[in-house]
């Protein structure tokens, strides 16, 4: 810990817009759990194992800002960290499925094109059904497993992971974030001996930028999701907005009543009608983490061995849910509305 202004699970509220340019990064392919080849731009950390892993979320459809995903990269590999952004399936560059895909019955029932004699080799996010972009947290789980594998070959340390999000992908984020609170090691039985502490605790802090409140008209548990982040004091949550946004100003609001007497940090307002497109968002983004990392003493590195372990997801009202079998290279797919609730 550098210098200790907060305690824990400090809510940073900012309401703004940074400069950064994008710094070359390797182009890295990523498989889903359900068959997904996604890519992505990874930059190992310049500090080794000792650079905290970020990951990246752009927006999903026509919110994505794969630039400004990059400039902020750049904006924090210039701090030490090891970044990764990635495109969400049915975007940019990751449209390629494998026959995997078209297994999964949501797939086949919420993604447009599969007929059974007809087994499309791409997907586009403009053939989601409404209901689809839930299931965008298995892309972020497996970006994290990425991470876990880059963390065993020295490259960052993931157990201080840090999120960022825009948008619709802020949302899929939390949500994702949330149900990392219910995933646990498994250390005997099928599933019914579990480590104590939650996977969530490697999620040092998020940076969520103008979130949505909804993702195909479908209400998010925003601040249910944020809750169970926060509530444990492991995660430290940030929400960067527009001047002037009604909806987000109140969001702001209810995040800093989770934690009010902790909350310690504040942005300034800067008056801009879009903020994704702000040249100022990238040193912004990268201040807030900065500030996190202040706070956060980072854990001592030491090796994932992400698929030689088995996890299980604790169900909030009882009973465990396999989550990964050993010698996996992901997690089965995320039974979100049995972890957060539909």
């Excluded at 752009?58 to 794969?66: A, C, L, M, N, V």
């Excluded at 497993?145 to 992971?161: H, I, K, V, W, Y």
């Excluded at 149900?179 to 490697?202: F, K, Q």
């Excluded at 968002?281 to 061995?305: E, Q, S």
Aim: charged share 25%; with cysteine.
């Amino acid at each position: 810990m550098r210098t200790n202004t907060f305690s824990a699970a400090v809510l940073v509220l900012l309401t703004v817009g940074a400069n950064a340019s994008a710094a070359d990064a390797r182009r890295v392919a990523i498989r889903t759990a359900d068959g997904v080849e996604l890519v992505g731009r990874y930059q190992p950390g310049p500090l080794g194992n000792k650079s905290p892993g970020v990951l990246i979320l752009d927006g999903i459809g026509d919110g994505r800002r794969p630039k400004t995903c990059d400039a902020v990269a750049a904006a924090l590999h210039k701090q030490g960290c090891a970044t990764l952004c990635f495109d969400f399936r049915g975007h940019g560059a990751s449209t390629v499925v494998t026959e995997d895909f078209w297994d999964d019955p949501t797939n086949r029932r919420l993604v447009r094109g599969y007929t059974g004699k007809t087994v499309p080799e791409e997907v586009d996010w403009q053939d989601f059904r409404p209901g689809y972009r839930r299931a965008l947290v298995n892309d972020v789980a497996a970006a994290r497993a990425f991470l876990d594998r880059r963390n065993d070959t020295g490259e960052c340390n993931s157990g201080q992971l840090f999120v960022v999000g825009f948008g619709e992908g802020a949302s899929v984020g939390a949500l994702w974030a949330a149900t990392e609170w219910s995933r646990h090691r498994v250390t005997g039985g099928l599933v019914t001996r579990l480590a104590p502490t939650p996977e969530g605790r490697d999620v040092r802090g998020c940076v969520w930028v103008e979130p949505a409140t909804a993702l195909d008209r479908r209400p998010v548990p925003l601040l249910d999701c944020l809750k169970r982040a926060t509530a444990k004091g492991g995660t430290y949550v940030g929400l960067i907005r527009a001047d002037q946004d009604e909806a987000q100003e109140k969001l702001a609001d209810q995040l800093q009543a989770l934690n009010r007497k902790e909350t310690t940090f504040r942005g300034v307002a800067l008056p801009t009608k879009n903020l994704l497109d702000d040249a100022a968002l990238p040193a912004r983004v990268a201040a807030m983490i900065d500030k996190m990392r202040d706070v956060n003493d980072p854990p001592p590195w030491d090796d994932r061995d992400f698929s030689d372990k088995r996890y299980a997801w604790a169900l909030p009202g009882g009973g465990t849910i396999l989550a990964k079998e050993e010698d996996a290279q992901n997690l089965r797919p995320i039974p979100l509305d049995r972890l957060v609730g539909r």
